[in-house]
């Protein structure tokens, strides 16, 4: 019986003391999280940005649909619009349905849909500078090379339907024709082996994505996932200028809802448009104070034109002719 008790008193001060070590690192952790997140994450955007709490979360659900839609999670789409009372017209819906329906066949390396799709909207894609009607043809002339001298026919009659591209993708017609001489020894021990490569499934359907989401005015990345990764780039920076702005009393310095107190850079990948800076008043432009070229040919912001105006005249900063301000005519970018 003493032995036992001494063997239950050394089991219970063992586990005590891993305990006292496990406790002691758990801690640690929360404090970590305290120290490095900030709660009041909200205090950073001003509530003025949005109309009403009512379009706020309108706006979230449509950007999360959106989403789902762009993902192909079209069940988990429609459970959120029933459960949401979220509104969306079936036009809306439409290109992402076919998209998805294009990109599904794709995966399962049919390419019948796409190629359907690429002729039907052929001129549409020619505009763009597109290769993706030839990249669907030149991949199902090799699924046919794949079929070994039994295809070898069948791959010739097909070849036909490269004879349009001919002129923008004379070498690579070339190398697909090359490779006919070594199908009866095998395209896999040949010097036309690339060919084979499953990297042209996963490049077609990354072109079939960026010219179909081109065509249908769809940006290839969602809205939510855009916005996602440049708030985690930009949401530090602005929590440090936050604190910055309330530790040395800086009222009005961050009073504009359209814009920041300090630029941030996220990186080319976020660049969609062109950016005019004025520089005179080192400015970005906007849609009150756009930009404007002289008859010069430089061009200047709006707020800088009417601060030069002197006498009715207009003398350009740059170069020493005289104008009328009437004269200046609005950039579009």
Not at 57 to 76: D, F, N, P, R, T
Not at 131 to 157: T, Y
């Amino acid at each position: 019986m003493s032995q036992c008790c001494r063997k239950i008193k050394d089991t219970v001060q063992k586990l005590a003391s891993d305990h006292k070590d496990i406790h002691s690192s758990v801690s640690r952790v929360g404090k970590a999280i305290d120290r490095n997140f900030d709660s009041e994450i909200c205090g950073v955007v001003s509530d003025a940005v949005w109309d009403s709490r009512e379009k706020q979360q309108q706006i979230l659900q449509m950007a999360i649909v959106e989403h789902l839609y762009q993902q192909g999670m079209l069940s988990v789409a429609e459970e959120l619009c029933q459960e949401s009372t979220l509104n969306v017209d079936l036009d809306f819906k439409q290109p992402f349905l076919e998209l998805n329906r294009i990109l599904e066949a794709l995966h399962e390396q049919d390419l019948g849909p796409a190629l359907e799709w690429a002729i039907s909207h052929r001129q549409r894609l020619l505009e763009l500078n597109s290769s993706l009607e030839f990249k669907l043809h030149r991949l199902h002339f090799i699924r046919l090379l794949m079929g070994g001298p039994e295809k070898q026919l069948e791959a010739l009659s097909y070849a036909r339907h490269f004879q349009p591209f001919a002129q923008l993708h004379q070498r690579e017609i070339q190398v697909m024709m090359g490779s006919l001489v070594y199908l009866r020894l095998g395209l896999e021990k040949s010097p036309y082996c690339h060919l084979l490569d499953n990297s042209h499934w996963v490049e077609i359907c990354e072109t079939f994505t960026r010219d179909a989401c081109s065509l249908l005015g769809l940006s290839v990345e969602s809205p939510l996932s855009v916005s996602f990764a440049s708030g985690c780039v930009a949401l530090p920076v602005l929590m440090n200028i936050k604190a910055v702005i309330e530790q040395r009393q800086c009222t009005g310095v961050w009073s504009h809802k359209d814009e920041l107190p300090i630029e941030i850079e996220l990186g080319m990948k976020c660049w969609y448009h062109s950016v005019f800076a004025c520089p005179i008043l080192r400015q970005q432009t906007s849609d009150s104070n756009p930009p404007i070229k002289l008859i010069c040919g430089h061009v200047i912001s709006r707020d800088a034109l009417n601060k030069l105006i002197n006498g009715g005249k207009l003398k350009c900063p740059y170069c020493p002719m005289e104008q009328n301000p009437a004269d200046g005519k609005r950039i579009i970018f």
